[in-house]
Nanobody, 127 residues
Framework: QVQLGESGGGLVQAGGSLRLSCAAS????????HGWFRQTPGKEREFVAAIRSNGGSKFYADSVKGRFTISRDNALNTAYLQMDNLKPDATAVYYCAQNYRRLINNDVHVLRMYETWGQGTQVTVSS
């Protein structure tokens, strides 16, 4: 059983930065894709970014390209989401997730492809 725990959320002014972390504990697997998603009240959870197990392939939602950077440290079983030049529309609860099965590039944004989820961390960007 793998547990994921997010941290690093908070309140920041527009234009500022935050770095989210997602630590995995329990029976962790080295071969998995890690994703970040976010959700605001009344809206569906949406894809933000994903990274392959070796860190070589990274994927981003168009809305965050050039401002967000996903990374991982497999030795620490931790993934990160560096968020720069934040905008108020980035306000959401951010969730990390892991996929352990075969996942093609076209499906890295699909929520149901991820088996394990964290509890989320709130990010609030003030204008």
């Amino acid at each position: 059983q793998v547990q994921l725990g997010e941290s690093g959320g908070g309140l920041v002014q527009a234009g500022g930065s935050l770095r989210l972390s997602c630590a995995a504990s329990g029976r962790t697997l080295s071969t998995y894709t890690h994703g970040w998603f976010r959700q605001t009240p009344g809206k569906e959870r949406e894809f933000v970014a994903a990274i392959r197990s070796n860190g070589g392939s990274k994927f981003y939602a168009d809305s965050v390209k050039g401002r967000f950077t996903i990374s991982r440290d497999n030795a620490l079983n931790t993934a990160y989401l560096q968020m720069d030049n934040l905008k108020p529309d980035a306000t959401a609860v951010y969730y990390c997730a892991q996929n352990y099965r075969r996942l093609i590039n076209n499906d890295v944004h699909v929520l149901r492809m991820y088996e394990t989820w964290g509890q989320g961390t709130q990010v609030t960007v003030s204008s």
